[in-house]
C-alpha cells in the first residue's frame, strides 16, 4: 500500500501485510494444535496397547523366509537387511521394467503414428485398453495366468533346450561362473570408455577439418569386439548351468519366479501405454517445418531424425516420461497384493509382526519419497540442461 | 450444370481407378512401399492366427450357464462363473432381498451423470441435484427409516463400493485440491511452504502407503473409544491423495491466466476471495477441465487397490468367488468381465474428456 502519508489511519486488519501475518500465524497455530492433539492421542494409544516405539526393531531377528532376493538373507537377519533386501528388490523390478517400458512405449508410439492403417489402429487400440484396466487388476490376471495355466514342476513344459515352464516359474540355462567373464565386463567397460573418447575426437576433428569419421560403426566394433577378443583368448568357455528336476522341484540354473514375471508383465505393458501417448505428442510436437528445412539442407533421413526431430521431441518427453517412470516405481508397490517381497511387501510383514506400524509406513514413505526427490532432482538438472536457448 | 462439357473429357479428368476409393485406399494405407506391405502382411497373419481361437474359445466353446462341472468339461470360456455370481460380483455382502437398493443408488448415479454430460445443463440446479443426490443414495445405502432396513457400511461391497469410493473422493478432494493450489500460488511464505510440503509429500509416496495409514495408523490417532468404519477411513486416504493431484491441475489452470485478469479485478476493487470467486476460479477451472476428468479415471481405477487392506471392492468380491473351491481356476474369464466394466467406465469418460476438449477449444 503506497499510503505513507498516514499509517495511522489504518486499522490493522485492513493492513494487507499485518494482516498476513495474523493468518499465518493463526494457520500455524491450528497446524500445531491439531498435530499436538494428534501425537498426544498416539503416545496415549501406544501406551495402552504396549507397542514400542522407536526403531530399535530393525536390530532384532527377522524370524521370516524372503521368496528371492538379491542379497544373501536368511530368517535369522535382522529385520534391517529384511527390508533392504526389500528395497534391492523394488529398484530391481523398477529397472528392468523402466527399460522394457521406454523400449515397448517408444515402438508403439512410433506406431501410433505409423502411415499404415493397420499398424496405428493396432497401436491405437492397444494404448486405449491398457490405459483403461487398472493396473492391480492387469497384475492379478497376469498372475493368474501364470498360475493357472502353466504344469506343475513335475509335467514342466519344454519349449526349447535348457529352459523350462512350469508354475514355478520359468527356469533356464546360464552361463557356468568362470574368471573369464569378469574380464570380459572390464573389456566392455574399457570399449565404452574408449568409444567415447573416439567420439568426442571424431566431433573435434570434423569441427576443425571437416572430415567425417565413421563413429557409430566404430564404436560398435569395440564395444562388442573387445569383450569377445578376450572371451576367445580364455578358450571360449561354453558350460552352461541347466536347470535339473529333482525331488520336488528344478535346482540350478536361473529362475523367474511367476510373482516376478506377472509384476515386470504388468507394470510394463500398463505403463507402456502412457509412454506411447507420451512418445506419440512428443514427435507430434516437432513442426513439419523442421523436417522439411532438415531435408532442404541434405541431410539424409537417418540424419533429420537424430540431428533435427529428436533432440527437439526429448525436450517434449522427457519430463512426462520421468513422472511416468516413478509411476511405475510407485506402482511397483503393488508387488505386495500379489505376493512378489517388494519393500511395501515385507514392511508390511514387519508391520505385522512387531506392530509398530507408525515407523512401518513412516519408512515406506520415505524410501518412496527419496526415489522420487531424487528423479526430480535429477530432471530439474536435465531441463536446465537442454533448455532452450532463447536468443 | 455444364451440359456443353463433353463427357469424354469428364472422364479423362478422373484418377485411375487403383488411387481412388475402396482400392486406392488400400494402397495408400496398407501397401505403401514395401515395408509397410510386409508389415501389413505381419499383422495380418498374426490376427488371423490368433483370432479365431480367442473367438471360439470367448463365444462358440464357452458355457454361459452352467453348473462348474460343466465348464471344466468345456473348452472355451466358462462365463457361467459370472452369471451364477453376478449378483454376489456387484454388490457383495449386501442383504440378498435388498439389494434393489445399491442398484437403485447406481441408477441415480448414472441418470445424474448422463444429466450432467451436456454442458448447456450445467447450472446451479444441477449443483443442487447432485448435492440431493448423492445424499439421497447414501441414505439409500445405509437405510434405517421409511421402513427401509439399516444396512451396515461393512456389508457395502461390490459394484456401489467402487463407485462411492471414486464419485465421494472426487467430490470432497476437489475444494480441498483448489485450496491446496490457491495456498501453493500464495504470497504468504508459510502457508505456500505448508501447502508444497503437503503436495509433494503426497505425489511422492504410493496410494498404498496411504492406505495402510488409513487403515492401520488412522486408529491411533484417534482418542480412545472412538473408531471410524473401514470404508470411511479408505475414502479419507483417498481424498487425500486425490487432492494432491488436483491441486496441481488446478495450479496449471491458475498458472495460465495472464496478469491482466488479476489487475482488472484489482482496478474494480474486487477483494482476494472475490477476485478468485468471480474472476481467477471460473476460468481457470474451465481450462482444467479435461486433466481434472483423467484425475477422475485415475481415481477410479485406483480405488481398486483397496483389495489390498481388505475392502470388497468390485475385485475383492470377484476374488472371494474365485477362492471358493467350486469354481477355482477361472481367473481368466472372472478377471476379463471386470476388466470389462472397468474398461466401460473409463473408455467413456475419456470419451467424454476428448469431446469436452474439443468444445472447449472451440471457444478460445
Known amino acids: ?391 | 450444370m455444364q451440359p456443353e462439357t463433353p463427357r469424354n473429357l469428364d472422364q479423362e479428368i478422373r484418377p485411375p481407378v487403383t488411387h481412388i476409393g475402396i482400392i486406392g485406399w488400400i494402397r495408400e494405407n496398407l501397401f505403401d512401399g514395401w515395408l509397410n506391405t510386409l508389415l501389413t502382411l505381419l499383422i495380418v497373419y498374426f490376427l488371423s492366427r490368433v483370432i479365431p481361437p480367442l473367438f471360439r474359445w470367448m463365444f462358440i466353446d464357452s458355457v454361459w450357464v452352467g453348473s462348474p462341472q460343466e465348464c471344466r468339461q468345456a473348452t472355451g470360456a466358462c462365463w457361467s462363473i459370472i452369471t451364477a455370481n453376478l449378483r454376489f460380483i456387484l454388490f457383495g455382502f449386501y442383504p440378498y432381498n435388498q439389494q434393489w437398493r445399491p442398484l437403485a443408488a447406481m441408477l441415480m448415479l448414472f441418470g445424474l451423470l448422463s444429466l450432467s454430460r451436456d454442458r448447456n445443463r450445467w447450472s446451479k440446479r444441477l449443483g443442487y441435484a447432485w448435492l440431493f443426490g448423492l445424499l439421497a443414495m447414501g441414505f439409500l445405502m445405509k437405510g434405517g427409516f421409511f421402513g427401509l432396513s439399516e444396512v451396515e457400511s461393512s456389508k457395502w461391497g461390490g459394484l456401489p463400493l467402487t463407485l462411492l469410493l471414486s464419485v465421494f473422493g472426487l467430490t470432497a478432494a476437489y475444494p480441498l485440491g483448489i485450496l491446496l493450489a490457491l495456498g501453493r500460488r500464495s504470497k504468504m511464505p508459510m502457508i505456500k511452504a505448508l501447502c508444497v510440503v503437503y503436495i509433494e509429500l503426497i505425489r511422492g509416496v504410493p496410494l498404498i502407503s496411504l492406505l495402510f495409514m488409513g487403515s492401520i495408523i488412522f486408529p491411533l490417532f484417534l482418542p480412545e473409544g472412538i473408531t471410524i468404519n473401514k470404508i470411511l477411513r479408505a475414502q479419507v486416504a483417498i481424498i487425500l491423495f486425490t487432492a494432491a493431484y488436483i491441486a496441481e491441475v488446478v495450479r496449471g489452470g491458475l498458472q495460465g491466466m495472464s496478469r491482466g485478469q488479476y489487475e482488472a479485478a484489482e482496478s474494480i476493487g474486487l477483494n482476494y476471495y472475490l477476485t478468485m470467486r468471480l474472476v481467477i476460479l471460473p476460468q481457470a477451472l474451465k481450462i482444467v477441465i479435461p486433466p481434472t476428468v483423467s484425475i477422475l479415471i485415475s481415481a477410479f481405477k485406483d480405488t481398486s487397490l483397496v483389495v489390498i487392506i481388505a475392502l470388497f471392492d468390485l475385485l475383492k468380491t470377484t476374488q472371494s468367488v474365485l477362492s471358493n473351491p467350486e469354481w477355482m481356476g477361472f481367473s481368466k474369464e472372472a478377471y476379463i468381465f471386470i476388466a470389462l466394466l472397468y474398461f466401460l467406465g473409463c473408455f467413456s469418460m475419456a470419451n467424454y474428456s476428448r469431446k469436452l476438449e474439443k468444445e472447449l477449444s472451440i471457444g478460445r
Open chain 1, 1 to 391: 500500500m503506497e499510503n505513507k502519508g498516514s499509517p495511522e489511519s489504518v486499522p490493522f486488519w485492513f493492513d494487507p501485510k499485518k494482516r498476513s501475518v495474523a493468518a499465518q500465524i493463526g494457520t500455524l497455530f491450528l497446524v500445531g494444535l491439531l498435530s499436538w492433539y494428534l501425537i498426544s492421542n498416539v503416545l496415549n494409544n501406544l501406551e495402552k496397547q504396549n507397542i514400542a516405539t522407536g526403531f530399535g526393531f530393525l536390530q532384532k531377528e527377522s524370524a521370516f523366509e524372503i521368496g528371492e532376493s538379491l542379497i544373501s538373507y536368511s530368517a535369522a537377519d535382522t529385520y534391517a537387511k529384511a527390508l533392504l533386501a526389500g528395497v534391492l528388490n523394488t529398484v530391481k523390478v523398477a529397472l528392468i521394467g523402466i527399460v522394457l517400458t521406454i523400449v515397448l512405449g517408444a515402438l508403439v508410439g512410433i506406431a501410433r503414428l505409423s502411415k499404415n492403417w493397420l499398424v496405428s489402429r493396432l497401436a491405437g487400440s492397444y494404448i486405449e485398453v491398457m490405459q483403461d484396466i487398472p493396473v492391480l487388476l492387469q497384475l492379478f490376471f497376469w498372475y493368474a495366468i501364470f498360475y493357472e495355466s502353466l504344469p506343475p514342476p513335475r509335467q514342466a513344459l519344454n519349449p526349447m533346450r535348457g529352459v523350462f515352464m512350469c508354475n514355478r516359474g520359468v527356469m533356464f540355462a546360464v552361463p557356468e561362473f568362470h574368471a573369464a567373464y569378469l574380464y570380459m565386463l572390464s573389456a566392455f567397460a574399457l570399449g565404452v570408455f574408449l568409444s567415447f573418447c573416439l567420439k568426442r575426437w571424431a566431433r573435434k576433428r570434423q569441427e576443425t577439418t571437416g572430415k567425417h569419421f565413421p563413429v557409430f560403426k566404430s564404436c560398435a566394433l569395440l564395444v562388442i569386439g573387445l569383450p569377445l577378443i578376450v572371451w576367445s583368448a580364455f578358450g571360449a568357455p561354453m558350460k552352461m548351468n541347466v536347470p535339473k528336476f529333482s525331488g520336488f522341484n528344478f535346482e540350478g540354473g536361473f529362475t523367474l519366479s511367476p510373482e516376478f514375471m506377472a509384476l515386470l508383465m504388468g507394470l510394463t505393458l500398463y505403463t507402456a501405454a502412457f509412454v506411447a501417448e507420451v512418445v506419440r505428442a512428443g514427435i507430434q510436437s516437432v513442426g513439419k517445418g523442421q523436417r522439411e528445412a532438415a531435408m532442404s539442407i541434405g541431410l539424409k533421413s537417418g540424419q533429420v531424425l537424430t540431428l533435427v526431430i529428436l533432440p527437439q521431441a526429448l525436450r517434449v518427453i522427457f519430463p512426462p516420461l520421468t513422472s511416468q517412470m516413478l509411476n511405475l516405481t510407485k506402482n511397483s508397490s503393488l508387488a505386495v497384493a500379489i505376493g512378489f517381497p517388494d519393500f511395501v511387501s515385507v514392511a508390511n510383514t514387519t508391520i505385522n509382526q512387531t506392530g509398530q506400524s507408525i515407523e512401518g509406513v513412516a519408512l515406506i514413505m520415505i524410501v518412496y519419497l527419496f526415489f522420487s526427490l531424487a528423479t526430480s532432482a535429477f530432471m530439474n538438472w536435465y531441463n536446465r540442461h537442454v533448455a532452450m536457448v532463447e536468443r
